[in-house]
């Protein structure tokens, strides 16, 4: 069997998943597949090759066994890094991001794009990077070399770039030796395991659950959760356990007619019990009017409808900026007035430049410090709002008042105080509005260039490096993505004041 570390760490979720890579697969979902995850992954382990000093990169060959043999002429020169140094023992082949070559021993470097914090351990290392790094020191131990350590290169969360970018303290080594180590005996059991499971005649029964989500969604869940209802025991939501939920269906409870009849423990608030009745007694939607009218009678006219965009950078190009930080690049602000007059007002920052500084100004322009300001799930434009204030202390009173003086327009859905079947458990915005507006294409995501959050993350991100007459189409995407999320505050208000009025 020809085992990969990438195809052993998939196992490792699921041994089925290369059964159905080798039989079926096309039954894998390619929206499952994060080409801006792997990208930022590329980036990262491109600038990690150079942590050590020099070296010689094994190029990437179809044809495995050239990559191999270069490994080795490189080893037999006593090149002191190699990167992509390729091993093969045993059909099990791998990768190894980083090698380091002493006089009679090897060191193992995994370079991951995660971040960690100065004081991490090996502790806190995810499951499944442990077991890509187990992987690894089995296969060179197979071959033959003495791997006194591996270690995980990642990036360190509190790293802040102030002029030339520093790569060591930009990445930080956690040696994973003891912990690998200890995994070496279990690895030729689950070996025959994987291979029992991939070579099987007829589709493997493997359990469904969380398993299917964790470390990483899988390509093949909608094949292997096919049988069950479109209302089932996985669907409940407002925070039910996974656990729970893999547990009820072990036990045969799963669909909502299941869950009531057993002894499943719901939420407190009735909200989860809620959605299972409203689904199965075809319920009209639940109102609680004092509790909506208590929420509107917090807020004062003009209302100032707002939500920020941001993106992510892996390695931070300006002063100022962390791995993985939020950077705030847009934002969308619709002005309603109790007459009903709307004014609506945005901010799309420069591509390629730092925007916070010049967006900050815009807010502080465009919003009072007294302002009844409402946002959905208002924790995450606080937080914006007060990383702003601490990277520009001249307009931290400001935007600190701005922060205060919020509230969140989710709170009578989050609280269970509205809730209709098309809403399905959560309360998300993409979720409340179609359900509130099921035929209003005016307030349709489906009908943008850019429908989500991470699609608008991602396309900001790389703007700087489209040619100049995609960049524009790009940005009125972007404007018209994050002016339908505002716009569609306005209407929600709208239609509550219309149901306790």
């Avoid at 059964?19 to 491109?46: A, C, I, Q, Y």
């Avoid at 080893?75 to 002493?102: H, P």
């Avoid at 994973?176 to 279990?186: F, N, V």
């Amino acid at each position: 069997m020809f085992l990969s570390k990438s195809r052993y760490c998939s196992a490792i979720q699921c041994p089925k998943i290369l059964w159905m890579h080798k039989n079926m697969p096309d039954k894998f979902d390619d929206s499952v597949m994060d080409e801006s995850r792997l990208s930022m992954g590329n980036t990262v382990g491109d600038l990690a090759m150079g942590f050590f000093g020099d070296f010689v990169e094994v190029s990437y060959a179809e044809n495995k066994a050239e990559m191999i043999e270069k490994t080795k002429s490189l080893l037999n020169d006593k090149t002191s890094v190699i990167c992509e140094a390729s091993f093969s023992y045993n059909g099990l082949f791998c990768m190894v991001d980083i090698l380091r070559v002493f006089d009679d021993y090897v060191e193992i470097v995994e370079v991951k794009s995660s971040v960690s914090d100065d004081e991490d351990t090996v502790d806190v290392v995810d499951d499944i990077y442990l077991h890509d790094m187990a992987y690894q020191y089995y296969v060179l131990s197979g071959c033959g070399l003495d791997v006194r350590s591996i270690s995980l290169l990642n990036l360190n969360r509190k790293y802040t770039r102030q002029g030339e970018l520093d790569i060591k303290r930009l990445f930080r080594l956690t040696d994973c030796t003891q912990k690998i180590l200890e995994m070496q005996a279990d690895i030729p059991e689950r070996l025959l395991e994987i291979e029992k499971v991939a070579k099987s005649q007829s589709e493997p029964d493997m359990t469904i659950g969380s398993r299917c989500n964790s470390p990483y969604e899988c390509g093949y869940k909608s094949w292997c959760w096919r049988h069950l209802p479109e209302n089932n025991v996985f669907t409940i939501g407002w925070r039910m356990q996974a656990k729970i939920k893999d547990e009820a269906y072990q036990a045969g409870i799963i669909s909502f007619a299941d869950v009531l009849k057993s002894d499943i423990k719901l939420d407190g608030k009735g909200k989860q019990r809620r959605q299972i009745e409203t689904v199965l007694y075809n319920q009209p939607p639940y109102i609680n009017r004092p509790a909506i009218k208590e929420f509107l009678d917090t807020l004062s006219y003009p209302v100032y409808h707002f939500d920020f965009e941001t993106f992510q950078q892996p390695i931070p190009l300006w002063d100022g900026i962390r791995p993985y930080m939020m950077i705030q690049f847009q934002y969308s602000l619709h002005i309603q007035n109790e007459d009903g007059r709307v004014e609506h007002k945005d901010f799309l920052g420069k591509e390629g430049e730092d925007p916070r500084r010049e967006l900050a100004e815009r807010i502080c322009k465009d919003i009072p410090a007294d302002a009844c300001v409402l946002a959905w799930h208002m924790t995450f434009e606080k937080t914006q709002l007060r990383a702003l204030a601490d990277a520009f202390p001249d307009l931290s009173k400001h935007l600190c008042a701005i922060a205060d003086n919020m509230k969140d327009l989710i709170d009578p859905f989050k609280n269970g105080d509205y809730y209709c079947k098309a809403m399905g458990g959560n309360s998300r915005l993409k979720t409340v509005l179609p359900a509130l507006f099921p035929d209003d294409l005016e307030l349709s995501y489906e009908s943008l260039d850019i429908q989500h959050g991470g699609d608008a993350m991602d396309a900001y991100a790389t703007l700087h490096e489209k040619p100049p007459e995609e960049r524009e189409k790009i940005r009125e995407a972007l404007r018209a993505y994050c002016k339908l999320d505002t716009l569609a505050m306005v209407k929600i208000l709208e239609r509550l004041r219309e149901l306790v009025e």
